[in-house]
């Protein structure tokens, strides 16, 4: 199966002017090229539409691999930030709270900024 050359255009040419008169052949060839010109069109929009379609279903896979890739990040995260849980039964211990030593110069009450007083002899 070829193309259509010149030979076959002519003959082509020949038969519809003896089909359908000099008068008629003009508004024929106006009516085909119309009707060309739609089929183009409805085929050009519809290559369109399923261009679309397929970037539109590649950037929903890109956004599925994101959200997956995301939610493997922030997993190992979470985890570090929740405590461990304690064993039924058993309370947690209470965090130690440490009281400044006072030194054995120092008087009970006095704040441990201020230098230690000297004791007198008796």
């Known amino acids: 199966m070829g193309s259509i050359g010149i030979p076959e255009l002519i003959m082509i040419f020949v038969i519809a002017l003896l089909l359908f008169g000099p008068r008629k052949l003009p508004e024929i060839g106006r009516s085909i090229g119309k009707a060309m010109g ?46 461990e849980p304690t064993p039924a039964g058993t309370a947690e211990p209470a ?10 110069t120092q008087e009970p009450g006095t704040p441990a900024s201020e230098p230690p007083k000297p004791t007198e002899p008796k």
């Open 95 to 104: 965090p130690a709270t440490q009281e400044p030593e006072t030194p054995a």
């Open 38 to 83: 739609e089929f183009r069109r409805a085929s050009n929009d519809l290559k369109r539409s399923l261009e679309e379609e397929v970037a539109a279903e590649e950037l929903r896979g890109v956004g599925r691999e994101v959200r997956s890739a995301a939610a493997a990040v922030t997993a190992p995260l979470t985890t570090l930030d929740t405590p």
